[in-house]
């Protein structure tokens, strides 16, 4: 659809065409159409795969630089948050997948494709199958989200192999009903931060790096490729942010040892 659309603008076969078009196209998408820098960049990609692996023509595209996206701030709830939204919600089900949600750091489309049999009780731990960059994976189980598992399957009883199967127990849950759902707390106890599910699998990052947990485990529990996604949750870190002084508060402390007045003192 992407490359088709390039082509239906100029009205002509992309063969035709080359960096010059190119170009242009992703200007009048940024410029006429004010498209979004991540759907430019799926353009991009896009037409970079046309013409490096179909028309064999590489050189054409070599030159045009990926559009920068705006690297914005994770939203992180806090522990007492976190524990308001569990406790708003009246469902198991949906108790039970916000647990481990954040019990285990997941995604919510990896939550809603769990299997019963992704659940290892023996070893502590969630099978991830073919998270986000087609990998498998490990999570961790906590000992408190089996046990809400276990409340949840005595009463539910869920059909098929899916932990949380939608109406239909040949389907897992869609993504959209426990988004609904957590939505539904954020606003029943007054949370007023632009939060998602998502917003789950940060906090679970930044609060086991404000509990000490070596940022290198952090990534593997996550399913990081780069060490750089992971980082990203130590800039919203509390415990890290509080133990960093200011160079102003040395600057006060030299002058006092120096026997002179404070710079933010009245004389």
Request: proline content about 5%; charged content about 25%.
């Amino acid at each position: 659809p992407r490359c088709r659309k390039f082509a239906e603008h100029f009205n002509r076969s992309p063969e035709e065409m080359g960096e010059e078009e190119i170009r242009a196209f992703l200007l009048y998408l940024a410029q006429e159409q004010k498209v979004s820098p991540s759907l430019q960049k799926n353009y991009l990609v896009a037409l970079k795969f046309l013409y490096r692996h179909t028309l064999n023509r590489p050189e054409e595209v070599e030159n045009i630089p990926t559009p920068k996206l705006p690297q914005r701030m994770p939203v992180v709830l806090s522990r007492e948050e976190v524990l308001a939204i569990f406790e708003a919600i009246g469902y198991i089900k949906h108790k039970a997948m916000i647990a481990t949600t954040y019990g285990a750091g997941l995604r919510i489309s990896e939550v809603c494709a769990l299997r019963k049999s992704d659940i290892d009780n023996q070893r502590m731990r969630i099978y991830i199958h073919l998270g986000k960059g087609k990998k498998d994976r490990f999570a961790l189980l906590s000992p408190m989200v089996l046990e809400l598992l276990r409340e949840y399957y005595r009463k539910v009883h869920p059909k098929g192999d899916w932990l949380f199967p939608g109406r239909n127990p040949r389907k897992h849950l869609t993504t959209s009903a426990i988004h609904h759902a957590f939505k539904k707390a954020l606003k029943k106890v007054g949370i007023n931060k632009k939060a998602s599910m998502h917003a789950l699998r940060h906090s679970f990052a930044t609060h086991l790096l404000e509990n000490g947990t070596d940022i290198r485990f952090v990534q593997a529990l996550l399913g990081h490729a780069s060490i750089r996604s992971t980082v990203r949750y130590l800039h919203v870190s509390n415990a890290y942010i509080s133990h960093i002084k200011s160079p102003w508060d040395a600057l006060q402390k030299k002058e006092e040892e120096q026997g002179g007045q404070p710079c933010n003192k009245d004389k």
